[in-house]
């Protein structure tokens, strides 16, 4: 394949115009000429196994098979059977001889995704394998050689499964010769406008019916949005979204109406990286300090679109009213006078129910809390 088809592969694939992506398809060309093992690594949803997919159809093996396996849905007594294959009689139901995905991949690539599910007692079998390219089906005498490419992925932190004994370390650097790290989609914002184009593209395709325009404010409205289930959860909401709202071009009310509701969890907190230590992860809390930028950037959008809707009073209290400095000299409200006002309207017309004023701005129940303490409201 030519470097120049190898690229518009890569990218027509791999959506998105950060530099994270960039990075990400820089590395999938480097690595799918060579046989080096490969660590996908992210949150669920943010497209492991479209990376993986595209390194081997960039691959030498590109013509062979590529078998993905899910570790994490295999049930712990049949893992062996599944990944190394079974003999005829090798226990109860074994009517024939099975080849497993090893010998199914053969020749070509083997994708274990949510490798960090493997059962312990099956890694040093699957290190070996990898090792050596040898192995025994269940049951069975005879070696099997095969030669197959792995790709693997995982939502853990492999470090820390190690530390904790739950995953062999010499497995460990097996696997992840190289990593590839791919951010959750909150993390990249900008990569939101051409992920929803395709995804709108593909559903008018798909179903053959008149494409629907998304304009411009509800556009902001999605792309603040903190996508806990990343690419896969947008693409269904976008799916959702031009299904039930078909009359027109898409606006804020319409988005807001289907957009669901932020589920929040510890990862979001700054943690220690190595707590015996006491040694911050200071790349986690300059994330952190980048997400409360977003967020005051995704109130006064907010704001902008309430001005613009006429849902802002025209005569404002008279804590933020326009008032005299000297005679005839006026003075506006700020934006955070403006802000607070609005939070504090929204919390009373609410009954100071959190979660329902924060739907009514059109912003997460996290940045509402923090804003009731900076207001202290």
């Known amino acids: 394949m030519a470097q120049q088809e190898k690229n518009l592969a890569v990218r027509d694939r791999l959506i998105g115009v950060s530099d994270a992506i960039g990075e990400i398809r820089r590395l999938s060309r480097r690595v799918a000429g060579t046989k080096i093992s490969v660590l996908l ?10 990376v993986a997919q595209i390194i081997h159809d960039l691959s030498p093996r ?18 062996e059977s599944e990944m190394f294959g079974h003999e005829k009689g090798s226990f109860t139901g074994a009517e024939r ?20 599910e493997m059962p312990h007692e099956m890694q040093a079998k699957m290190l070996r394998a990898l090792e050596t390219g040898i192995y025994f089906r269940v049951g ?17 932190d492999l470090r820390i499964a190690v530390e904790n004994g739950d995953f062999r370390e010499d497995l460990y650097y097996r696997i992840r010769a190289v990593e590839i790290h791919l951010p959750p989609l909150r993390d990249r914002p900008d990569d939101i406008p051409p992920l929803v184009d395709r995804f709108a593209n593909e ?10 325009r998304i304009l411009p404010a509800a556009m902001r409205i999605i792309e603040n949005h903190d996508w806990e289930g990343n690419v896969r959860e947008l693409k269904h909401f976008i799916g959702t979204l031009l299904t039930l709202e078909y009359d027109g071009p898409i606006d804020v009310e319409a988005v807001q109406r289907h957009l669901p509701e932020p589920a929040y969890s510890p990862r979001n907190l700054p943690v220690l990286a190595t707590p015996e230590r006491g040694s ?5 809390i300059l ?12 109130i006064r959008d907010m704001l902008a679109q309430l001005l613009l809707l006429g849902r802002i009073p025209g005569q404002l209290p008279e804590s933020v009213a326009y008032h005299s400095v000297d005679e005839g ?5 700020t934006l955070d006078e403006i802000e607070c006002d609005q939070i504090r309207a929204a919390l009373e017309e609410y009954g100071g129910n959190r979660r329902k004023a924060a739907k009514a701005l059109g912003i997460g129940e996290r940045t509402l809390y923090r804003k009731i303490k900076e207001y202290d409201l």
């Open 329 to 333: 000299d006026l003075k506006r409200p």
């Open 41 to 50: 690594t992210g949150e669920s949803g943010t497209g492991k196994d479209v």
């Open 287 to 298: 994330r952190q300090l980048l997400d409360l930028r977003q967020d005051v950037n995704q």
């Open 97 to 116: 001889q099975r080849k497993g995905y090893f010998e199914q991949a053969d020749g070509g690539t083997l994708f274990l995704d949510e490798i960090g």
């Open 140 to 156: 069975g005498s005879k070696a099997v050689n095969t030669d197959v490419r792995l790709l693997a992925a995982t939502n853990r």
């Open 280 to 284: 911050l992860d200071t790349d986690l």
């Open 203 to 212: 559903f008018f395709l798909e179903n053959k019916i008149d494409r629907q």
């Open 62 to 79: 590109r013509d062979a098979p590529f078998v993905p396996v899910n570790c994490g849905a295999i049930p712990e007594t049949l893992f």
